[in-house]
């Protein structure tokens, strides 16, 4: 099983609505979630961490995590042809592992 | 205007040879990360330091090696003993240990002649 799960894509999803991107992972004592945007050919851009269970909300962005459920997501709002990427989750270990595990990926292009 | 950088840009190596890869940073971070990033795969994590004069091997640090001599500098040295060299590499830095936010630099792709 991999440490870091995400559907791989592509997610075509139409401008203006809202994409959602989803994650799991496998530690359970898993401390910290980042979401990252990497435009082709360029190095991964931090969007948003989460710590806590619930949402966090920054402008058209929301990561919500689910310790319980060991799932992490990410919402885009009113999304932009800008927003066509890939994105990355991030999990950072507990219990002395403290290194990021990184998911493959989900290539997300918004259509026009 | 701080940041990250990674020289250089497009890196060719030939079979046998060793090649060093750049990265620098003048954030006064003290932790810097290496990760090496192949198509349909997740980041993997190469060597790590969080402090000058010591760094720890990563998930898959054979063929590697690295050096920290200098706080702002972690150069990345691919030895001739990786046989699957091609890939891009990601340098990385935080402000404190692992459990700081890890911020990347530009990247360094690396081809085999």
């Known amino acids: 099983q991999k440490e870091v799960e995400q559907n791989s894509g592509p997610l075509s999803v139409p401008e203006g609505a809202i994409a959602s991107l989803n994650c799991t992972y496998s530690?359970?004592?898993?401390?910290?979630f980042f979401w990252y945007r990497q435009y082709s050919g360029k190095s991964p851009e931090l969007i948003m961490s989460?710590?806590?269970?619930g949402d966090k909300e920054d402008g058209r962005f929301t990561a919500q995590l689910n310790k319980a459920s060991q799932y992490v997501s990410l919402l885009i709002r009113d999304s932009q042809p800008s927003d066509s990427a890939t994105y990355l989750c991030a999990v950072r270990g507990g219990g002395g592992n403290e290194k990021l595990t990184f998911g493959t990926g989900t290539r997300l292009t918004i259509i026009p | 205007d701080g940041g990250i950088t990674q020289s250089p840009k497009y890196l060719f190596r030939k079979e046998g040879q060793n090649v060093t890869l750049s990265c620098e940073q003048n954030?006064?971070?003290?932790?810097m990360y290496w990760y090496r990033q192949d198509p349909g795969q997740g980041l993997r994590l190469i060597y790590y330091?969080?402090?000058?004069?010591?760094?720890q091997k990563g998930d898959i640090a054979e063929g590697y090696s690295v050096s920290r001599e200098k706080k702002e500098s972690f150069p990345l040295t691919v030895t001739s003993a990786q046989k699957n060299p091609t890939a891009f590499y990601l340098c990385a830095s935080s402000k404190g240990a692992l459990e700081e936010t890890q911020y990347f630099g530009p990247g360094t792709r690396l081809l085999v002649l």
């Open positions: 989460i710590y806590s269970n």
């Open positions: 530690d359970r004592v898993s401390q910290s």
């Open positions: 954030l006064n971070h003290d932790a």
């Open positions: 330091s969080q402090i000058v004069n010591d760094f």
